[in-house]
């Protein structure tokens, strides 16, 4: 009944268009229950199959961007693993967010929309587990195994595709062997444009009764570009080419630097160019955000700024992490790190008196100075350095998500130098935090 009341309560707050989905859900459903007629002796003949192979299926999810090239990433390496030991299927769970990935995964995977019924039949029938993937090879949103840096396979570009993309940059300005950046910042603009209010986003997103299927509690993990400028410039006058990156982007970034090329507003932009340049740049600057993971996936150094929870760190990836800063709202003082656990949302900070702040521009170029530095082997770490970044580590862990969420840590993996020095020496303490009262 809890159930029935739940829907009533979606169709009379989002009408007619909340209604179609409804119906749109209903009708996908009954078509696999029609697939039945064929699918049921196909999973028949599966399973008698088994003494000779073992054929499995699964989706791969492509509807978002971060989790598609993950996923993808880590099935290409067991696949490698494996040898041959299973035959696996697969069905994309659409929509698809990028058709050039998609395309990729295609001539390396056995994916075909028909997968989905003989899938959904399998698993309906008592003894298909045997022929189900391992949900460890279904949600690839972290590395916990550390596979992507053990092994070092990769989806594999043809070679006329990077003919193509190096001819790209060369018609920019770009000369072969100039190092290049990926520079990512989210600011909402492609969700905004891409899904209306009554358009879920994948189907665990939450329906809310007053503003439909919304993303607006994502905002927080939004960026404004201009803060990035300098470092951007910064990089440019070291010699290095910047590609500001971005589908769907609020506005360019204010720079006129002749290195700066705002591939986001490039009438040439297109899902191959967002894919390979993302997996062939020397150095990935994003605030967590889904793009950022291709190049993790193709081993690129990265530095991930204006992020936040703390916690979500790419612990698996070569990688330096920057996150937002969090402050008491009634003085400004920052939140001990022992205490930023639970503290992800903007949604969920102001009853606790708390609000995200942004990096300034000048701590975003000094950390992408001293992640630019560390490439090239010049940055020299203090003792305090060390210090800090032991500490930061050791509270880290007392996170009750820790070990699920870090399960194998890069050696390469830290956080910002520059970040901690401009820290007080309290904010590592594990003394309860409480809001400091005003006197």
Not at 127 to 132: C, D, I, N, R
Not at 148 to 164: G, I, K, Y
Not at 255 to 273: G, K, N, Q, T, V
Not at 333 to 344: N, P, Q
Request: aromatic content about 12%; some cysteine; glycine content about 6%.
């Amino acid at each position: 009944m809890k159930a029935f009341d739940h829907h009533i309560t979606e169709i009379l707050s989002g009408g007619w268009p909340v209604i179609w989905l409804k119906i749109q859900f209903v009708l996908k459903k009954l078509v696999l229950l029609l697939c039945g007629v064929w699918a049921v002796p196909v999973v028949i003949v599966i399973r008698c199959l088994r003494p000779w192979c073992i054929i499995r299926m699964g989706s791969i999810t492509s509807s978002r961007i971060g989790c598609f090239a993950l996923e993808v990433g880590q099935k290409w390496i067991v696949a490698q693993m494996e040898k041959g030991k299973y035959l696996d299927l697969y069905w994309f769970n659409k929509p698809i967010c990028n058709s050039f990935l998609a395309k990729i995964v295609q001539r390396n995977f056995h994916v075909n929309s028909l997968v989905q019924p003989i899938d959904f039949w399998n698993r309906i029938i008592p003894g298909g587990m045997l022929h189900t993937l391992p949900l460890e090879l279904t949600m690839g949103c972290r590395d916990i195994h550390g596979w992507l840096e053990q092994t070092h396979a990769a989806l594999p570009f043809l070679s006329e595709e990077d003919v193509e993309a190096k001819a790209w940059l060369r018609n920019q300005g770009w000369q072969e062997g100039e190092p290049f950046v990926c520079l990512f910042v989210r600011d909402g603009s492609y969700l905004d444009k891409t899904y209306t209010n009554t358009t879920p986003m994948s189907s665990s997103e939450k329906f809310d009764p007053e503003k439909g299927y919304g993303w607006s509690h994502l905002d927080y993990r939004d960026s404004d570009i201009s803060t990035y400028t300098k470092g951007a410039e910064w990089l440019a006058d070291q010699g290095v080419w910047v590609l500001r990156m971005g589908k769907i982007m609020a506005r360019p970034i204010p720079s006129s630097h002749r290195r700066i090329i705002d591939y986001a507003f490039h009438p040439e932009r297109s899902d191959f160019l967002d894919v390979w340049l993302f997996a062939h740049c020397d150095l990935c600057i994003s605030n967590f955000a889904g793009p950022d993971v291709i190049s993790s996936t193709y081993r690129r150094p990265l530095l991930i700024l204006n992020y936040s929870p703390v916690q979500l760190l790419f612990s698996w990836s070569n990688a330096i992490h920057i996150p937002k800063n969090l402050v008491w709202s009634s003085t400004g003082k920052m939140v001990k790190l022992h205490d930023h656990y639970g503290c992800s949302q903007e949604l969920h900070l102001e009853p606790l008196g708390v609000k995200l702040v942004d990096l300034s521009p000048e701590i975003i170029l000094s950390a992408i100075q001293e992640r630019w530095q560390r490439m090239q082997g010049k940055w020299v770490d203090t003792e305090e350095d060390i210090s800090r970044q032991k500490k930061f580590w050791e509270i880290l862990k007392t996170f009750p998500d820790f070990d699920a969420c870090h399960g194998w840590i890069h050696p390469e993996c830290r956080v910002g130098a520059v970040w901690l020095r401009s820290m007080d020496d309290d904010f590592f303490d594990l003394a309860e935090n409480a809001e400091p009262k005003e006197k």
